[in-house]
């Protein structure tokens, strides 16, 4: 398919566990996004990749996330010890650095940490 | 990026159109407003965007007022699947980051 996709699209994790979400951005597309939603709320964003390069990382919510891209396509979002309160859809899009600089999202994954 | 004030929720008749309001007092003049939808259990879908020209396309109308604080998008003949949480975002277009910084957004529900 030609959209963004994530994987897995469900994760359940024990407290303490690590976790890798990977996405799976549009071909060619230059930015690369993640965000958090919470239920009920809308998407936050947590950090930005131009290519390689992780240009803001401002919204990542401590030192247990981190995000990496290491070819400038897929990228991996790692959370590290996970908590109670990382449950939440993680959200990827994508976006080139012409044009409407539209987002195109992919489905999320729904962590939940128990 | 200027913050935005949508309803909470709206109602609309299936076949009706759907007027969905958005404020953005404090916008800049160098930022658009975007609008993106999200379908339960979706990732976010963008709508439409529009500096201060009204924008048409084949999902919605996008009217922006003149001192542009407002905006409303229109969906001009709402499907049962229209029903969504509709996002009204204001961001410079070509920024260094390009993230969107989402509301509550307006839930819109579509009745047959």
């Known amino acids: 398919g030609a959209g963004v996709s994530q994987s897995p699209r469900y994760k359940v994790a024990k407290r303490g566990q690590d976790v890798a979400l990977r996405c799976d951005p549009i071909s060619g597309h230059v930015s690369l996004f993640w965000y958090q939603q919470a239920l009920g709320q809308g998407p936050e964003f947590l950090t930005y990749?131009?290519?390689?390069?992780?240009?803001?990382k401002s919204g990542l919510p401590s030192d247990r996330f981190f995000a990496e891209r290491p070819e400038g396509s897929v990228s991996t979002l790692k959370i590290q010890r996970t908590q109670q309160e990382d449950s939440a859809v993680y959200l990827c899009?994508?976006?080139?650095?012409?044009?409407?600089?539209?987002?195109?999202f992919g489905p999320g994954t729904r962590l939940t940490v128990l | 990026d200027a913050k935005t004030t949508q309803p909470t929720s709206m109602d609309c008749a299936e076949g009706r159109a759907a007027n969905l309001p958005c404020n953005h007092s404090t916008i800049s003049g160098n930022e658009y407003v975007y609008w993106y939808r999200q379908i339960h259990s979706q990732g976010p879908q963008y709508i439409i965007h529009g500096l201060k020209n009204n924008e048409t396309n084949e999902m919605a109308s996008l009217i922006i007022t003149e001192d542009r604080k407002s905006s409303t998008l229109i969906l001009p003949h709402a499907t049962l699947r229209d029903t969504a949480v509709y996002y009204c975002i204001v961001r410079v277009a070509a920024s260094n980051t390009g993230k969107l910084i989402f509301g509550q957004g307006t839930t819109l529900q579509v009745k047959p």
């Open positions: 990749f131009q290519n390689e390069a992780q240009l803001d």
């Open positions: 899009a994508s976006s080139s650095l012409t044009g409407s600089n539209e987002q195109f």
